[in-house]
């Protein structure tokens, strides 16, 4: 409880204006997927490649490949997936607009009924209902009806670019310890760096989102362990097969 209350301390701006960890949804989630993807999917690839018994080069290229496929990949699948969200958001918005347009009556009893659920009183709430559709309509509709705000809105470009840079980020360190360590300590300093990696991964986070550290550090070192566990048996079975 106090490591995060220093850390919402931090973020508290003229002793009362506080900036609120939920704005930084939107980005952070991509990036904190990236980074861990670019990490263990490429640590868990060296290591299955290197437990096979293949050659130095093999593994360097592996690595190299793994980095800008994988940044790639993210990109496209990240792009798709948000797309596809803000498509859904955009259908939802549309028919929003042409109920306003044809019923007023019933969308302003529609606003005026979640307000009231809210614990407002009926003639509150008709008074709310009524200010916001006059000030905005649809973005009232939108955000208590929809539950799509500014802060939550699907942005595909953004996601795209942030789990591509951030999926290069986190894989360039298990290549560079495959790269800079020598042959038979190569699996050891991707294992030892890329679980560093994640350790610092999960802590940075967890500042940013509000978490707490531990937890996060000892959710995405799990992982890894897991991840590059299971392929390095997949690699020493495989290998010896082959």
């Not at 347009?101 to 209902?129: F, M, N």
Request: proline share 2%.
């Amino acid at each position: 409880m106090e490591q995060t209350s220093v850390m919402q301390d931090r973020d508290v701006i003229d002793g009362h204006h506080a900036v609120h960890y939920v704005n930084r949804v939107g980005w952070l989630r991509a990036a904190v997927l990236g980074a861990n993807d670019g990490i263990v999917s490429t640590a868990s690839l060296l290591t299955g490649i290197a437990v096979s018994g293949a050659s130095r080069d093999a593994i360097l290229l592996s690595g190299i490949a793994a980095l800008f496929a994988g940044a790639m990949s993210m990109a496209a699948g990240e792009y798709v997936s948000v797309s596809a969200q803000s498509d859904t958001e955009n259908a939802d918005l549309a028919k929003e607009k042409k109920a306003l347009a044809q019923q007023p009556h019933v969308e302003w009893e529609e606003l005026r009924d979640i307000y009231i659920a809210r614990g407002l009183k009926p003639d509150l709430a008709g008074q709310v209902a009524t200010q916001l559709m006059d000030a905005d309509a649809l973005a009232a509709h939108a955000r208590d009806e929809l539950g799509i705000s500014e802060v939550s809105t699907a942005r595909p470009i953004q996601a795209a670019l942030t789990s591509a840079a951030t999926f290069a980020a986190g894989a360039i360190f298990p290549v560079l310890a495959a790269v800079i360590s020598p042959g038979s300590t190569a699996i050891t300093s991707v294992v030892l760096t890329s679980l560093l990696c994640l350790a610092l991964l999960g802590f940075i986070g967890a500042w940013l989102g509000g978490g707490h550290w531990a937890r996060s550090v000892a959710r995405v070192t799990f992982w890894g362990v897991l991840a590059m566990a299971v392929t390095a048996g997949a690699g020493r079975l495989f290998g010896a097969a082959i």
